[in-house]
């Protein structure tokens, strides 16, 4: 039998010509050590940790087979092959030298050639069950560096490996636990029948195990954590499942902060149902009475005034009119917050753009303002019914920003996939510190002597955000001013 290196094989015989000839035998090829009663021999393969034993049954003092019993079960070594030399031929001492563990068998005295055919079998088996055990022990160093419990269970569910991260999880000392059943010391009682039934399927065939599904287990403390587990059946080469592969996530702090975040939701969803209905009450218990100013302001107009009074009269009523407005606006931008998606139909932005200037017809004749729509269109459009809002709170803003007899222009630019519709005026126009913050609800830059109430500019960014599309603000190009543009996406002819 050649080698890299002898393999080493112990001797075990009271009688000193069968060691010698045993010794004779094989002290060419393998590394012979010997021992001549039981006692010895348990010292001898703790310290020389042979390769292969060769074991007499009758000894005086501790037989044959009461060594191979411990050498087998008690001492929990790696797999060492016993091959059992015995003048004895009944079926019963056979029986009884499987039963301690013996591997074969050699009736004396042993034949040359037999000897040396059943060791160089039981070598070869060793050899490939240290080579299986060494992959066994690098899986087993790659699971300690995972970040998560893994483990592995046998057929009747006892704990053959759990990976460090695993043990500290669970509070245990991996000694500790080794062996142990896994259902009965780490799984909750009122799981057991579940978590058994997932494993009994796994082991059949009938769960192929590539699901995740949760379970909670028991730390040293006797506290539960909630897990995310992993399954995978482990095959011999035959295909005959050996083992179950578990791998588990602690999510007891993720599931803890989803709970928290569903009852943050349901709160913050009935937040908004009462601000909803707040700004509903408020709306309608603000209009009543500014409606009532309204009504008596015409009347007091259709009386009797002085000059002096009649100034009053107006006054109230302007006040009064942007009172309405901004309730209005604050109601409406109330509204436009709680939606979350729109109903998008094909729009011709032209057609709505000349829609708005008939709307503002009053106004552009008051100031003598010149309003130049660059945009023949048609120009189709996906858009909710309320991008009109956009396009009137833009002229609104021009037309109150601008000083008479300037001009206002309108374009509608093709880019690519989307139509860029923008509003020039030639103001005062907007600083570069302010350009970002000036669709900020409630922010009005111009204070002096304008009807706006500084909302219009947060309505038009909500109402083009719902649309999933940009808004912004640049210098007029062509001279003093502002631009202000909105994108929309085309409608594929």
């Given at each position: 039998?050649?080698?890299?290196?002898?393999?080493?094989?112990?001797?075990?015989?009271?009688e000193?010509?069968?060691v010698a000839l045993?010794?004779?035998?094989?002290?060419?090829?393998?590394?012979?050590?010997?021992?001549?009663?039981?006692m010895?021999?348990?010292?001898?393969?703790?310290k020389?940790?042979?390769?292969l034993?060769?074991?007499?049954?009758?000894?005086?003092?501790m037989?044959?087979?009461?060594?191979?019993?411990?050498?087998?079960?008690?001492?929990?070594?790696?797999?060492?092959?016993v091959?059992m030399?015995?003048?004895?031929?009944?079926?019963?001492?056979h029986?009884?030298?499987i039963?301690?563990g013996?591997?074969?068998?050699?009736?004396k005295?042993?034949?040359?050639?037999?000897?040396?055919?059943?060791?160089?079998?039981?070598l070869?088996?060793?050899?490939?069950?240290?080579?299986?055990?060494?992959?066994?022990?690098?899986?087993?160093?790659?699971?300690?560096?995972?970040?998560?419990?893994?483990?592995v269970?046998?057929?009747?569910?006892?704990?053959?490996?759990?990976?460090?991260?695993?043990?500290?999880?669970?509070?245990?000392?991996?000694?500790?636990?080794?062996?142990?059943?896994?259902?009965?010391l780490?799984?909750?009682e009122?799981?057991?029948?579940?978590v058994?039934?997932?494993?009994?399927k796994l082991?059949?065939g009938?769960?192929?195990?590539?699901?995740?599904?949760?379970?909670?287990?028991?730390?040293?403390?006797?506290?539960?954590k909630?897990?995310r587990?992993?399954?995978?059946?482990?095959?011999?080469?035959?295909g005959n499942?050996?083992?179950?592969?578990?791998?588990?996530e602690?999510?007891?702090?993720?599931?803890?902060?989803?709970?928290?975040?569903?009852?943050?939701?349901?709160?913050?969803?009935?937040?908004?149902?009462?601000?909803?209905?707040?700004?509903?009450?408020?709306?309608?218990?603000?209009?009543?009475p500014?409606?009532?100013?309204?009504?008596?302001?015409?009347?007091l107009?259709?009386t009797d005034?002085t000059?002096k009074?009649?100034?009053?009269?107006?006054?109230?009523?302007?006040?009064?009119?942007?009172?309405?407005?901004?309730?209005?606006?604050?109601?409406?931008?109330?509204?436009?917050?709680?939606m979350?998606?729109?109903?998008?139909?094909?729009?011709?932005?032209?057609?709505?753009?000349?829609?708005?200037?008939?709307?503002?017809?009053?106004?552009?004749?008051?100031?003598?303002?010149k309003?130049?729509?660059?945009?023949?269109?048609p120009?189709?459009?996906?858009?909710n019914?309320?991008?009109?809002?956009?396009?009137?709170?833009l002229l609104?803003?021009?037309i109150?920003?601008?000083?008479?007899?300037?001009?206002?222009?309108?374009?509608?630019?093709?880019?690519?996939?989307?139509?860029?519709?923008s509003?020039?005026?030639?103001?005062?126009?907007i600083?570069?510190?302010?350009?970002e913050?000036?669709?900020?609800?409630?922010?009005?830059?111009?204070?002096?002597?304008?009807?706006?109430n500084?909302?219009?500019?947060?309505?038009v960014?909500?109402?083009?955000?719902?649309?999933g599309?940009?808004?912004g603000?640049?210098?007029?190009?062509?001279?003093?001013?502002?631009v202000?543009?909105?994108?929309?996406?085309?409608?594929?002819?």
């Amino acid at each position: 039998m050649q080698s890299d290196h002898k393999h080493k094989i112990l001797i075990v015989d009271d009688e000193k010509i069968n060691v010698a000839l045993l010794t004779s035998y094989l002290s060419e090829n393998y590394d012979v050590i010997t021992a001549s009663n039981g006692m010895d021999a348990l010292n001898m393969v703790r310290k020389e940790e042979p390769d292969l034993i060769m074991l007499d049954i009758i000894m005086p003092g501790m037989d044959g087979f009461d060594v191979c019993r411990i050498i087998k079960h008690d001492y929990k070594l790696d797999f060492i092959p016993v091959i059992m030399l015995t003048a004895l031929t009944s079926r019963n001492d056979h029986q009884k030298g499987i039963e301690v563990g013996a591997d074969d068998f050699l009736k004396k005295p042993a034949d040359r050639f037999e000897l040396d055919k059943k060791i160089t079998a039981l070598l070869r088996i060793k050899e490939h069950h240290d080579s299986l055990l060494m992959d066994r022990n690098k899986a087993y160093e790659y699971l300690d560096y995972a970040g998560i419990l893994m483990a592995v269970i046998d057929k009747d569910y006892k704990l053959v490996h759990i990976n460090k991260k695993g043990a500290e999880i669970l509070g245990y000392k991996r000694d500790n636990i080794i062996n142990r059943d896994w259902m009965d010391l780490f799984v909750a009682e009122s799981y057991r029948d579940y978590v058994k039934g997932k494993y009994d399927k796994l082991q059949k065939g009938d769960f192929k195990g590539a699901e995740y599904h949760e379970y909670p287990v028991m730390t040293i403390t006797r506290k539960e954590k909630l897990f995310r587990w992993y399954d995978t059946a482990l095959t011999d080469r035959e295909g005959n499942i050996k083992s179950i592969l578990i791998s588990g996530e602690d999510i007891t702090e993720k599931r803890r902060d989803e709970i928290k975040l569903m009852e943050y939701a349901d709160q913050l969803k009935h937040s908004n149902e009462l601000k909803d209905l707040f700004t509903d009450v408020l709306r309608h218990d603000l209009l009543n009475p500014a409606g009532l100013v309204k009504s008596f302001t015409e009347l007091l107009e259709e009386t009797d005034t002085t000059d002096k009074q009649k100034r009053l009269i107006e006054n109230i009523k302007r006040s009064n009119l942007k009172l309405i407005e901004l309730i209005e606006d604050a109601a409406h931008l109330a509204k436009l917050e709680s939606m979350e998606e729109m109903v998008f139909i094909r729009t011709d932005i032209v057609s709505l753009i000349k829609d708005e200037l008939d709307n503002f017809a009053s106004e552009l004749k008051n100031k003598n303002i010149k309003l130049d729509l660059m945009s023949g269109g048609p120009h189709h459009a996906l858009a909710n019914p309320m991008i009109k809002g956009v396009i009137s709170n833009l002229l609104s803003n021009a037309i109150k920003y601008v000083p008479p007899n300037t001009t206002i222009t309108i374009k509608v630019d093709d880019i690519d996939d989307k139509w860029k519709v923008s509003v020039a005026d030639q103001g005062d126009g907007i600083p570069d510190k302010d350009k970002e913050s000036v669709f900020d609800r409630f922010n009005r830059l111009h204070k002096e002597d304008i009807k706006g109430n500084g909302i219009g500019l947060a309505i038009v960014k909500r109402i083009v955000d719902l649309h999933g599309e940009r808004v912004g603000v640049v210098d007029n190009a062509e001279g003093k001013g502002a631009v202000f543009w909105f994108t929309l996406k085309k409608v594929q002819e």
